[in-house]
């Protein structure tokens, strides 16, 4: 099947619509061209010897050993339900709630945060009830509120990082249905201190009590800055919070959509109702549960990301380019040059680089973290396709 | 599938029946309406016939293409795999001589039922169905607050299409389940075709949503898909899955095929990126396959239909009607209420189906293998004696 010889779509967004038809490949026509019948089947192939995906904030190792073998041992439980299957989806729904030293009924499972962020506005917002968010971050819950017919509020951020405008995001909170803070945030990389974040969401909790704020912890375990600790703590103490992780990041398993909130029961307990029956499969069960079981792995990723990452900051601010305090698997780097330029410019290379995230979109790139070659091969990539691009050094975040 | 591979089966209480409120509001929707009895006793001994999974499994070369697609090292399960969306639709509008425009893809059929009441029922506009029915639309439309209206079945238990004709007047949305679940009955495809045709040309603002779950196991002659209806009639919907015929369940892959300007409002709803990049080389794989070797998904249906009659026969000769099965599940008249059946059965390491109200005595008890269903007649003949020696 020529499928095995295609090699996957690179500049792909998360969050676009499966069917979006500018996002249709050629690739994907191509490889039904002809041929069904007596053919082996495909095998997802990872990207090309020569090709270098880092548009994604994907782990490029994936999921590590124990999960790869956990998910061969379980191949027979194809077959079942997730509540039926070895590793059902309440025994693993169990097992992260004992992680914080909570019940089952504080955490609900997900395929992947998707359906999280978008359960979180049919949850918590209304027409009335509006969404708060950062003007640069996380793109979906703002699009969903849109399909919702919920109001936004975006807060610019902060000019002098690009992180969150913690403060301002506070005042636009009152009388919002939910607050969508993104920390470590998407696409900016920088991540606000438990200090800041649990003065924020107090200030929430006593002055709009039943505004919700989720906190979307995604890029959670690669921050290596100390003074940054999760909040799945605060959200089990405070009704009004809640925290949204993913195991596609750090855990390397965007493939097998595998995600979860945590939180109060009764806050838990409304967002729960939304959840697609039996939405993640056995597959993935089976390999997070084997990933949970392995912490050295992810600590060992986690070293693996802050080396390369630090590697490819150092390359950036070395050239002349200001970034941002990345606490993630990706850099923000303020190019001067259009997003769009410089995606193309590394595609010739077979390079590919993330998508626009305005307002930054004319002078900013987001760039993920592959692995300590990919990233020496991309930065030559880099040196060239900036060229003579006008460094700037001196300030952050002005165009 | 090897029964050895099965953990313990957990307590979640065979309080069920009371999560039936008036409403609808199934407790399938929350997970602990899938029952289980802690029985105790080793994995290898239980065999789960609750849910109509399929005991063969997927088939070898689907789970080689599986391994495969995770390599060695499983690193291509790191990559997000939304690629692979565009060949899997352009393989099932192949398979049916459609367009890739006239698919849509969703995390079991699950989605898709869930997608076409959100867009299709509302306060004003019911979503009808039978009484009862696979559950997932009317508890979803409960949830969103939609109307429904549940049509109560023939004394054949198959749906009543008169009753369900009166039922339609204002609605928006049909779920119409052939084969249904649980009931396990069909309506052949000419009535099936008269009665959706006029159905549609009654009401307007109707859209029907035919769910062809079991399809691949009906027996009854002649018995034709509605696809070829669904691609002209943009207010006709069909549903298809890989979660029982093609024994994917835990893999959790579905679709609709409908008219192009259907699956786009469809997918204005659609929630993307649900489906894990094993799934896709799973059902891509089935797919090639069923290109390859037509035969296979039609002598499952053959393995499945001896167990099936081997099973009916066993209950008919001990006086329990059932009724004409057309799926890989049986409906059953056991003569008692469904919860003690289910909790006697477990104890003994045997877990059959759910209580399906307003039908308080009839038990949906999937087909197994043929061995398995052996055994699990030996359970039913000591709990249903128990039960007339109870009864004496």
Do not use: W
């Given at each position: 099947m020529t499928l095995s010889r295609r090699a996957f779509l690179r500049?792909?967004?998360?969050?676009?619509?499966?069917?979006a038809p500018a996002w249709i490949t050629a690739r994907g026509r191509e490889a039904l061209e002809g041929e069904l019948g007596a053919l082996p089947s495909p095998f997802i192939p990872p990207?090309?010897?020569?090709e270098i995906r880092?548009?994604?904030?994907?782990?490029?190792?994936?999921?590590g050993p124990s999960a790869a073998s956990a998910i061969r041992e379980n191949?027979?439980?194809?077959?079942?339900?997730p509540m039926n299957s070895r590793i059902t989806d309440s025994a693993v729904q169990k097992r992260i709630a004992g992680i914080y030293g909570?019940?089952?009924?504080n955490v609900v499972l997900a395929p992947g945060s998707t359906e999280l962020l978008r359960n979180s506005i049919r949850a918590f917002c209304a027409p009335d009830r509006p969404l708060v968010s950062g003007?640069?971050?996380?793109e979906n819950p703002v699009r969903d509120a849109e399909y919702f017919g919920v109001p936004v509020k975006t807060v610019a951020n902060r000019?002098?990082?690009?992180?969150?405008d913690l403060d301002r995001m506070a005042g636009a909170?009152?009388?919002?249905?939910l607050v969508f803070l993104c920390n470590p945030n998407n696409p900016t990389g920088t991540a606000h201190g438990r200090t800041a974040i649990a003065d924020f969401v107090r200030y929430v909790a006593k002055e709009s009590p039943y505004t919700y704020v989720l906190i979307?912890?995604?890029?959670?375990?690669?921050?290596?800055?100390?003074s940054y600790s999760s909040s799945a703590e605060l959200a089990l103490k405070y009704r009004n919070v809640y925290v949204s992780r993913t195991f596609s990041k750090a855990y390397g398993m965007a493939g097998l959509r595998q995600g979860y909130a945590i939180g109060g029961k009764e806050t838990i307990g409304r967002l729960a109702p939304y959840k697609l029956t039996f939405g993640t499969n056995v597959l993935g069960l089976a390999a997070v549960s084997a990933s949970l079981d392995d912490p050295d792995h992810i600590a060992k990723e986690v070293d693996r990301n802050a080396e390369v990452r630090k590697f490819t900051l150092d390359f950036f601010r070395g050239a002349g380019y200001w970034a941002t305090?990345?606490?993630?698997?990706f850099i923000f780097v303020?190019?001067?040059?259009p997003a769009k330029q410089f995606r193309e410019g590394c595609a010739k290379f077979k390079v590919q680089v993330g998508r626009d995230f305005p307002p930054y979109e004319k002078t900013h790139a987001r760039i993920s973290i592959g692995t300590m070659d990919e990233m020496k091969r991309a930065t030559e990539v880099f040196r060239q396709v900036l060229g003579s691009a006008p460094t700037d050094a001196a300030q952050a975040g002005k165009s | 599938m090897s029964l050895s591979r099965r953990d313990f089966v957990r307590t979640l209480?065979?309080?069920?029946?009371?999560?039936?409120a008036a409403g609808f509001v199934s407790s399938r929707r929350r997970e602990a309406i899938a029952f289980a009895a802690?029985?105790?006793?080793?994995?290898?001994?239980v065999i789960n016939l609750?849910?109509?999974?399929?005991?063969?499994?997927?088939g070898q070369s689907v789970l080689d293409a599986i391994e495969r697609a995770l390599?060695?090292?499983?690193?291509?399960?790191?990559?997000?795999?939304?690629?692979?969306a565009t060949p899997l639709q352009e393989l099932i509008a192949k398979k049916w001589k459609v367009?890739?425009?006239n698919v849509l893809l969703g995390a079991g059929s699950t989605q898709i039922l869930v997608n076409a009441t959100h867009v299709y029922s509302s306060r004003e506009k019911a979503v009808v169905g039978s009484?009862?029915?696979?559950e997932e639309c009317f508890g979803y439309a409960s949830l969103i607050g939609s109307r429904t209206k549940a049509v109560p079945l023939t004394s054949?238990?198959?749906?009543?299409l008169d009753k369900t004709m009166y039922a339609?007047?204002?609605?928006?949305?049909l779920f119409y389940c052939n084969p249904n679940?649980?009931?396990?009955t069909l309506v052949n495809p000419s009535e099936s075709k008269e009665f959706l045709t006029r159905a549609l040309k009654a009401n307007k603002d109707l859209r029907i949503l035919v769910d062809?779950?079991?399809?691949?196991?009906?027996?009854?002659?002649g018995h034709e898909t509605m696809i070829p209806m669904a691609v002209q009639e943009p207010r006709l919907i069909v549903a298809r899955t890989f979660s029982k015929a093609y024994g994917m369940a835990g893999l959790r892959v579905g679709y609709a095929i409908a008219h192009q300007s259907t699956i786009k409002e469809l997918d204005k709803f659609h929630l993307g990126n649900t489906l894990s990049g094993l799934s896709y080389a799973a059902v891509i794989a089935a797919l090639e396959r069923d290109a390859a070797d037509p035969a296979y998904i039609p002598n499952e249906g053959k393995r499945n239909a001896e167990a099936r009659a081997f099973t009916l026969k066993w209950f008919a000769d001990r006086g329990y009607k059932a009724t004409d099965?057309?799926?890989?599940f049986t409906f059953v008249?056991?003569?008692?209420p469904v919860e003690y059946f289910q909790a006697a059965c477990a104890k003994e390491g045997i877990l059959v189906g759910r209580p399906f109200p307003p039908l308080w005595t009839h038990c949906r008890i999937s087909i197994g293998t043929m061995e398995e269903m052996q055994r699990a007649v030996q359970v039913f003949d000591k709990v249903l004696a128990a039960s007339k020696a109870q009864a004496a």
């Open positions: 500049t792909v967004s998360p969050g676009a619509s499966v069917m990207p090309d010897a020569d880092i548009s994604s904030n994907e782990n490029p190792l994936g999921p191949l027979g439980e194809s077959n079942r339900y909570a019940k089952p009924e003007e640069c971050s996380y000019e002098q990082d690009l992180g969150l909170a009152l009388g919002a249905g979307d912890e995604a890029y959670n375990e690669y921050v290596t800055d100390p305090d990345s606490q993630t698997n303020k190019t001067n040059m | 209480g065979v309080g069920a029946a009371g999560a039936y802690q029985t105790g006793m080793p994995a290898h001994q609750s849910n109509n999974e399929n005991p063969m499994g997927p390599g060695p090292t499983g690193a291509s399960a790191g990559r997000y795999p939304f690629a692979y367009k890739p425009e009484l009862p029915t696979y054949d238990f198959r749906m009543d339609l007047k204002g609605s928006g949305m679940n649980p009931v396990s062809e779950a079991y399809i691949d196991y009906v027996t009854t002659p099965a057309q799926t890989n008249d056991v003569a008692m």
